[in-house]
């Protein structure tokens, strides 16, 4: 029997003749680290870490069962040809290794891909294209037909690779759940219309894929709860009815995803909260039979109140895992204080998706690197100072300290945390808050020297007599050229956010990037009459497109005035006169300038640092001219590794 604070989590539990040593479930979750096809020892590694973490099953991600023409993107991970399975049976005998079981996820991706990828046009139930797809052709009776075979015999290959199980894909936007949603299947013969006819291409695949790998062998699927955002989408009632008819045909368990259409809600951003898809897991387990896996940003407490009341059966992690790989052993030991919290900020769907480049995480450096291992102790440990404690600064005394150097932090301000601070104060950026308080905990434990409320200045770190120095003390704000702001009641955006009271009722924001975007954002909920002017054709071009366009559709709701190719020009007492974007004067009043104008790397004030400090000298974050968390926790590792 499991102990500890998520007893439930950590108890054993089957899904069909299948044991799993807990319950918590690594989703499917691309990674790009794949090569044409096969996996690789990059793709190894990063599983690996995750079944040593001690997570109770790794589905692995979407594995074509038609390559080219199943593939969501070039060199997509497959199993339609024998010549993948001596990867294959690499990779799931490492995650054996630790105890954990390995699922292979099947996957069609139908007219949810382009021609540059599979050679020739797209299929999908009907002609109907899909958000990410270009225009499909329909599929004949004879290539369906041919398709289920397909997927049966990858099943069959994924069983002769020694993976423990087999989830058929029927989820997000692919082909199964193309054909499932009245949204994407317009048929008029026996695989569209009725609900039964449009789920006939599921269940013959759950038919064929079980007559090929037996009863003693666990096949479920993956369908999505709902379709968000699509009038005609698939329903709750018309997913009971399908999990329903799945056992029936044998599922061994039930996969409970989603999918959002325009509303993003599949990709579970910040802008929701966790657990966000547990109420769908919960009525499709009221009405099946069967396990019912849940999914959706599921913090510990949740995952165990929803186990013990029986609303699901085991609970996926997905992005939680992608940041801490020991996320389950650290839950397991209640060391939640210890978890490297996921901060929804996306940047893993936005690499993977839609740049098409491999898997990176914001706080988890290693993502990928696997294969290098963690930092190992220093030979020879060093005294090493660190100026500024924003995210870069942070992450860097974090592996200093773990390779056993004695490392200094000082940080002019109060607390540690930098432009954290303020970027976690917006609506739907709480998750970064976690994440400053993962840090300075470890920062704690560690036993970095903490320095608060010193500024420090190259003479000053020179005196220190340290062996390195580490300056990750931020860029410097670029001031724009408008007459009079030196005269006006102005504040830098981060000033503004963490000092609300000097703020007043009309604010005009310069600047409609992403920092300026996100004030106006936190200032209009605040009950602020906001503006605010950008010189580019569009607002928060920086931010990636699945936070992009929410964010934007929030200012418009909260009556936030934009207002783009617009110059400041002066600024004469409470009124700023600016030229618009058809070069005409005009003008606005505010009680308050906030600048959202960017900054410039601040190397200039430390250029004579290397000659002052008699050892190492490395530069980190903002001040290199990076821009964003992913960056700064990145060169942080970097260069703690290096010293």
């Known amino acids: 029997m499991a102990s500890g604070p998520f007893r439930k989590l950590f108890e054993p539990a089957q899904i069909g003749c299948l044991t799993l040593p807990n ?162 299947n317009q048929r008029q013969d026996l695989y569209g219309g009725s609900l039964k006819n449009r789920a006939r291409f599921l269940l013959e695949v759950l038919q064929a894929t079980r007559a090929e790998v037996g009863v003693d062998f666990p096949v479920w699927c993956r369908i999505n709860g709902t379709e968000f955002g699509l009038e005609d989408g698939f329903t709750l009632e018309e997913a009971k009815q399908v999990a329903q008819w799945a056992e029936a045909g044998g599922a061994d368990a039930i996969h409970v995803s989603s999918f959002g259409g325009g509303s993003q809600t599949h990709m579970g951003p910040t802008v929701l909260n966790h657990g966000i898809l547990l109420p769908l897991a919960r009525e499709i387990k009221k009405s099946s039979g069967i396990p019912v896996i849940a999914v959706g940003r599921i913090d510990p407490d949740q995952g165990e109140k929803a186990l013990a009341a029986g609303e699901a059966d085991f609970i996926a992690i997905g992005r939680g895992l992608i940041a801490d790989p020991e996320l389950p052993l650290k839950w397991a030991e209640g060391r939640i204080d210890d978890v490297r919290p996921c901060i929804g900020c996306l940047e893993c769907i936005h690499h993977v998706i839609y740049k098409r480049e491999p ?72 998750d970064i808050e976690p994440f400053v308080a993962y840090l300075r905990a470890q920062l704690k434990k560690l036993g970095v020297k903490i320095h608060l409320g010193q500024e420090l200045s190259p003479e000053k770190v020179g005196h220190l007599n340290s062996d390195a120095a580490v300056v990750a003390g931020g860029a410097w704000p670029l001031i724009p050229k408008i007459f009079g702001l030196e005269h006006a009641q102005a504040l830098m955006a981060h000033e503004a956010i963490l000092k609300e009271h000097k703020v007043g009722q009309k604010v005009l924001i310069i600047g409609g990037g992403l920092v300026g975007c996100e004030a106006a954002d936190y200032f209009s909920g605040k009950g602020r009459k906001v503006t605010v002017i950008e010189l580019r054709d569009k607002m928060a071009l920086e931010l990636i497109p699945l936070l992009r366009l929410p964010l934007l559709d929030r200012l418009r709701k909260k009556g936030v005035i934009m207002l783009v190719g617009v110059k400041g020009e002066k600024i004469e007492g409470r009124r700023m006169i600016f030229q618009d974007a058809e070069g005409k004067q005009q003008w606005i009043e505010a009680d308050t300038f906030i600048l959202a104008t960017g900054e410039i790397a601040g190397l200039e004030k430390w250029s004579s640092l290397k000659e002052i400090q008699k050892g190492q000298v490395y530069f980190v974050g903002d001040m290199t001219g990076s821009r964003g968390i992913l960056e700064a926790v990145t060169q942080g590792h970097q260069v703690g590794s290096a010293i």
């Open 23 to 184: 319950r918590l479930v690594m989703p499917p979750m691309a990674t790009n680290y794949e090569n044409e096809g096969f996996v690789t020892s990059r793709q190894k590694a990063y599983y690996e870490a995750r079944a040593r973490g001690g997570v109770g099953l790794i589905i692995v991600e979407a594995i074509s069962v038609d390559s080219p023409l199943g593939n969501s993107r070039r060199g997509k991970i497959a199993l339609d040809d024998d010549v993948y399975l001596p990867a294959m049976s690499a990779m799931t005998k490492t995650i054996h290794r630790h105890g954990a079981r390995v699922a292979a996820q099947i996957y069609h991706a139908g007219a949810e891909t382009h021609r540059e990828v599979t050679g020739t046009q797209p299929v999908g139930p009907s002609v109907v294209k899909t958000f990410r797809g270009d225009i499909p052709r329909e599929l004949t009776l004879d290539e369906i037909a041919c398709l289920v075979q397909r997927f049966a015999k990858a099943a069959a290959r994924a069983k002769r690779a020694e993976f423990d199980a087999v989830e058929i894909h029927g989820a997000t936007s692919y082909l199964v759940a193309q054909f499932l949603s009245r949204h994407w």
């Open 359 to 430: 898997l990176r995480c914001s706080v988890n450096a290693l993502c990928g690197k696997e294969e290098d291992g963690p930092p190992e102790p220093a030979p020879f440990p060093k005294k090493v100072v660190v100026i500024g404690g924003g995210p870069g600064g942070m992450e860097a005394s974090r592996v200093l300290a773990l390779r056993r150097h004695q490392v200094h932090l000082f940080e002019k301000e109060n607390q540690l945390g930098g432009l954290l601070l303020s970027a976690s104060r917006p609506p739907q950026k709480g």
